[in-house]
């Protein structure tokens, strides 16, 4: 089974969307966990109205707003599936999303048995705030290893399909300076030697908001540099990547329009 993880604060705007989108996956073994992270409009409410419909969606209550890292924390903690993907409250997924992914783990494993494939991705279509598509598609590697995702995160959050055991083992960071999803995906790759597998198709399709993080080009850069330092990077080899990790996310980013 598949646990889905979808941390939530505010987003009675969307998360109606991101559920329909999840709701409708070709692959049905699974379950969604909607962490609330206190929300004080009208998200609770409409994630109840799904769960009365589909018993496989839960609407879990945090006790405090601790930030969208321990959300998911507590979501991975609480999941019953083998396998976790993270969504977030205002993306959504192809509805062949979840199977097409399964169905690449299963091959990797026929085609290479002595390798673990338990961390997996897709590439991105991209839409605006009010839904409206964008012109732009990331693509993504077959592979990428510690020193690839060094000059270019490639793996997005919403895209990503990995073991339980693996995210119990490596929590995300609960922090605001660094991007914790990026901390975690070198975490892993670094420590347990391993490869993420990429499905070259747009199987998320991730909204672009103005007002996110991602959309402060400068403050995005900082936490980049501080998430090398975090993983223990030197200043100098820090350096080194950002370059490459700041040219070619200039090179992404222009091409989404």
């Not at 009675?12 to 709701?23: G, M, N, W």
Request: proline share 3%.
């Amino acid at each position: 089974m598949v646990s889905v993880i979808i941390p939530s604060y505010n987003s009675e705007k969307y998360i109606a969307k991101t559920l329909d989108s999840v709701c409708v996956q070709t692959y049905t073994d699974f379950e969604v966990l909607v962490m609330n992270d206190c929300s004080e409009d009208r998200t609770a409410e409409i994630v109840e109205s799904y769960a009365t419909k589909d018993s496989r969606i839960h609407l879990m209550n945090l006790p405090g707003n601790k930030g969208v890292s321990h959300a998911r924390n507590t979501g991975v903690r609480m999941a019953s599936g083998d396998w976790i993907a993270f969504l977030d409250s205002d993306d959504l997924w192809a509805p062949d999303k979840l199977e097409k992914q399964l169905n690449l783990q299963k091959q990797l494993d026929k085609d290479a048995p002595e390798r673990k494939h338990d961390f997996l991705f897709t590439g991105s279509s991209f839409i605006d705030e009010n839904g409206l598509p964008l012109s732009s598609t990331l693509h993504v590697p077959k592979r990428v290893d510690f020193e690839d995702l060094l000059k270019q995160n490639v793996v997005s959050c919403s895209s990503v399909m990995i073991r339980r055991e693996l995210m119990l083992k490596y929590s995300m960071p609960c922090s605001d300076k660094v991007h914790e999803d990026f901390v975690t995906w070198l975490t892993i790759l670094k420590k347990e030697k391993i490869e993420a597998y990429g499905l070259d198709e747009p199987l998320l399709i991730y909204r672009v908001m103005k007002s996110s993080r991602s959309g402060n080009k400068l403050k995005a850069a900082a936490m980049t540099f501080r998430a090398y330092r975090h993983i223990g990077l030197s200043v100098s080899s820090a350096f080194k990547n950002w370059m490459h990790y700041a040219l070619r996310s200039f090179m992404k980013y222009r091409k989404i329009k």
